[in-house]
């Protein structure tokens, strides 16, 4: 609802979305299912023409440096993305931190962005500090919903789809230029 089109214009309109689902339905799951996620849009990347990877999705414990060695597993699998040309975004985490993100915004390939209000302030929620690569709209953000409809939501969540509908929309610019 952010990225695309779902009755409400997003970011990048004309983008097909592919959805991998990696937590349970209490935001849960094990670290295998991410780095399955991530490995089977490598290896459909081709197929689908998939460029981008957004993760809404972060750890309760906070990183103040690169978290690589102790998600070495996820690190590995997010490598591997950007060897194939797609671009990973996770949301850095809304605990309002200003010296600790979520991994796997921590990992160092991976794009952390954090939130931005609709003033362009950082959002006090937004954890963020010197690994923090982008700011987006994440406050008040009206999306589609999961069961249906339309929400207004905050947080990190928000932002990184925007981001990441920002370069979807540079992929297609950069392939449309050189054909």
Request: hydrophobic share 35%; with cysteine.
């Amino acid at each position: 609802g952010t990225i695309s089109t779902g009755g409400i214009r997003g970011v990048a309109p004309d983008a097909k979305i592919i959805a991998i689902k990696v937590l349970d339905s209490s935001g849960s799951g094990p670290e295998s299912d991410i780095i399955a996620g991530i490995d089977w849009c490598v290896g459909n990347s081709s197929f689908y023409n998939i460029s981008v990877i957004t993760m809404s999705l972060g750890t309760a414990s906070l990183y103040t440096s690169y978290c690589d060695s102790s998600f070495s597993s996820i690190a590995a699998s997010v490598n591997n993305a950007i060897a194939k040309n797609i671009t990973v975004f996770a949301a850095s985490g809304n605990g309002g931190s200003v010296t600790g993100i979520a991994s796997p915004a921590c990992i160092k390939n991976t794009t952390a962005i954090g939130a931005t209000t609709k003033t362009d302030t950082v959002a006090s929620y937004s954890d963020r500090n010197a690994l923090t690569d982008l700011f987006a709209p994440g406050d008040s953000i009206n999306s589609t919903y999961y069961n249906g409809g339309y929400t207004t939501i905050s947080g990190t969540s928000m932002a990184a789809p925007h981001a990441a509908g920002a370069a979807a929309l540079l992929y297609q610019y950069k392939k449309e230029d050189k054909n």
